[in-house]
C-alpha cells in the first residue's frame, strides 16, 4: 500500500511560480514511478509530468514543456512539480500518483492517488 499527500498549491497570478510537494508513505515498491496529473473543472485528466525512483528520466506533456520541472528526493521519499511561467490555464487540481508499469502518461498505469491540491491562476 502507499499513500500519496500533496502539498503546496494556492492561488498566483500569472507568470508566477509554485511548487508542488507529493510526500510518500508506504511500500516503496509500488513507487517506482511518480506522476503528476491535473483536471480542471468539465476536463478529463490529463499527465503532467512523470519521474522514476533510481533514474534521472523525466515526461512532460507539450503544455508544461520548459515551464515544469519534477523532481524527486528519495531519501525524503518526496516528488516535487516546480512550476514557473504559470498561466490561467494551468489552473487545475492537482494529483499525484503512484505505479510501477505502463505508460506515463495514462491514468489507468497508476494505482495510488493522491488527494489534490488546488492551482489557480489569475489576476
Known amino acids: 500500500q502507499v499513500q500519496l499527500v500533496e502539498s503546496g498549491g494556492g492561488s498566483v497570478q500569472p507568470g508566477g511560480s509554485l511548487r508542488l510537494s507529493c510526500a510518500i508513505f508506504?511500500?516503496?515498491?509500488?513507487?517506482?514511478?511518480l506522476g503528476w496529473f491535473r483536471q480542471a473543472p468539465g476536463k478529463v485528466r490529463e499527465a503532467v509530468a512523470a519521474?522514476?525512483?533510481?533514474?534521472?528520466?523525466?515526461h512532460y506533456a507539450d503544455p508544461i514543456k520548459g515551464r515544469f520541472t519534477i523532481s524527486r528526493d528519495n531519501a525524503k521519499n518526496t516528488v516535487y512539480l516546480q512550476m514557473s511561467s504559470l498561466k490561467p490555464e494551468d489552473t487545475a487540481m492537482y494529483y499525484c500518483?503512484?505505479?510501477?508499469?505502463?505508460?506515463?502518461?495514462?491514468?489507468?498505469?497508476?494505482?495510488?492517488w493522491g488527494q489534490g491540491t488546488q492551482v489557480t491562476v489569475a489576476s
Open positions: 508506504g511500500d516503496t515498491a509500488y513507487s517506482a514511478r
Open positions: 500518483a503512484a505505479g510501477y508499469s505502463g505508460g506515463w502518461f495514462s491514468a489507468e498505469y497508476y494505482d495510488y
Open positions: 519521474c522514476y525512483r533510481g533514474s534521472a528520466t523525466t
